[in-house]
């Protein structure tokens, strides 16, 4: 019997990313209600389904959407300021400190809606259908831009109940900010089947800005609603000698000691992570986030190691502060090179990494590690339909022997021309659809100027 879908998405080049690694070079998917229903030969699927919306690919790639797993929204206005600062000045340190935090307190929540309007319009033109807030001001105007753009996002608060030099307005007492995070999950809740694109978590900015009883106090409210918990983690040095200070204790060994240190917890940068301590992630379950714009100058961090053995990484741009991209493509391409260099080339072994392993990071990782490896993340039956197309006209496609050598050698976000999310498509052609994106810039491009004088 024939069968009834909203869409088929046929002919296109489908890379899975399933467990079987299975690619269809005729392929189709069957959507419904925003689930994949059915994939296989396009010949085969289109026998077994009918639908009033057929979608044809033309040959393009297919893939799921990437996830950013540690993005700084209320920083989307931020790019490029650190560069143009630094043509006039020195830049103080730590930048997170110095600018990142000052300029997010000067935002209204009309700023923050425009920051995510703007980041996450950009973020699907480039092939990113979901992200992880890291936690910043007004997480409603967070959500209510995700809500607006089409984008799969989960939003949080940054809380901070102490630390030296920040900002008034980011720092509250340990009792609001345990309210505060505890209102935004419950603002949001998830729902069972993922149908609920826009979620909320909740978010500790680092164990130097955070008490004992916020953070186990956070940690406990949130395994009880089933949300993850965003911080930073050994993500400098400056962190690893306060907790020796102040604990006795490297950061993981004091939170292993809270016992927040397992699969609530979603450990951001990750970088100066000893052997010892993978085995700790792999054993408690904690998921991280690799940043490869900044992470590799801070330490070598061993994120490929850590997938390897287990743990649940992805991928993240960290924002546009820094390095302003949010091309989760280009990320990999940064992931792959460094990573040679940390685990391949003092071992003198130049395949170390192997070409399709941080696309997966960014795809399967991001999905898995900010707890939506059962809603995307892969294209299966019964995962939602997140889901890419590229084209392969481009030139940086031409003369490649097989389109999987493309996708994870070359391709890049300005390959990106579909994009669907829960089976409704958002970028059609390369535009965003959902919203003026024109007029998103404009307004970004003014506010900014303002801005700016702010953090000067």
Not at 209 to 230: P, Y
Not at 335 to 345: E, P, Y
């Amino acid at each position: 019997m024939i069968e009834h879908a909203d869409t088929i998405l046929q002919n296109v080049h489908l890379v899975t990313f399933d467990d079987d690694a299975t690619v269809i070079p005729d392929g189709a998917v069957a959507i419904s209600d925003g689930v994949i229903v059915d994939r296989g030969p396009t010949a085969e699927v289109c026998q077994r389904w009918t639908t009033d919306n057929r979608v044809f690919g033309g040959g393009q790639i297919a893939i799921p959407g990437l996830t950013d797993a540690h993005f700084h929204t209320a920083q989307s206005l931020m790019r490029g300021v650190l560069t143009t600062l630094q043509r006039t000045r020195r830049l103080r340190v730590p930048t997170w400190r110095e600018y990142y935090l000052p300029f997010e307190a000067a935002l209204t929540p009309d700023d923050v809606r425009l920051s995510g309007e703007f980041a996450y319009t950009t973020m699907l033109r480039s092939g990113t259908t979901a992200f992880f807030e890291a936690g910043g001001p007004h997480p409603e105007s967070m959500a209510d831009a995700a809500i607006a753009t089409g984008i799969r996002g989960i939003v949080s608060q940054s809380t901070m109940d102490g630390g030296s030099r920040i900002p008034e307005s980011m720092v509250m007492t340990t009792e609001e900010a345990i309210a505060r995070n505890i209102a935004v999950a419950d603002a949001y809740p998830a729902s069972p089947d993922g149908s609920r694109r826009v979620t909320g978590a909740m978010s500790l900015r680092q164990i130097i800005t955070c008490s004992t009883e916020l953070i186990t106090t956070v940690h406990e409210e949130a395994t009880r609603r089933g949300v993850k918990v965003h911080t930073h983690l050994v993500e400098g040095t400056y962190e690893i000698d306060y907790a020796l200070e102040r604990f006795g204790k490297r950061p993981i060994e004091h939170l292993i000691d809270l016992g927040v240190f397992d699969r609530t917890l979603h450990c951001a940068h990750s970088i100066l992570v000893s052997d010892q301590e993978i085995g700790e992630y792999v054993t408690r379950g904690a998921s991280a986030c690799h940043c490869a714009k900044g992470n590799y100058s801070i330490g070598s961090a061993p994120a490929m190691r850590m997938w390897r053995r287990g743990v649940d990484i992805g991928t993240g741009t960290d924002g546009v502060a820094t390095l302003g991209t949010l091309d989760l493509f280009r990320i990999a391409m940064l992931t792959r090179i460094g990573q040679q260099l940390v685990d391949g080339t003092p071992n003198h072994n130049r395949n170390s990494v192997q070409a399709a392993e941080p696309l997966e990071m960014a795809v399967v990782g991001g999905a898995r590690s900010v707890g939506l490896g059962d809603v995307t993340g892969s294209l299966v039956v019964g995962k939602r339909a997140d889901i890419v197309l590229l084209s392969t006209m481009g030139p940086e496609a031409a003369g490649f022997a097989s389109p999987e050598a493309f996708l994870y050698e070359a391709a890049s976000g300005r390959d990106v021309t579909t994009v669907f999310v829960d089976g409704q498509k958002v970028v059609a052609d390369g535009e965003v659809v959902t919203i003026d994106e024109a007029e998103v810039r404009a307004r970004a491009s003014a506010r900014q100027a303002a801005l700016l004088g702010e953090v000067a």
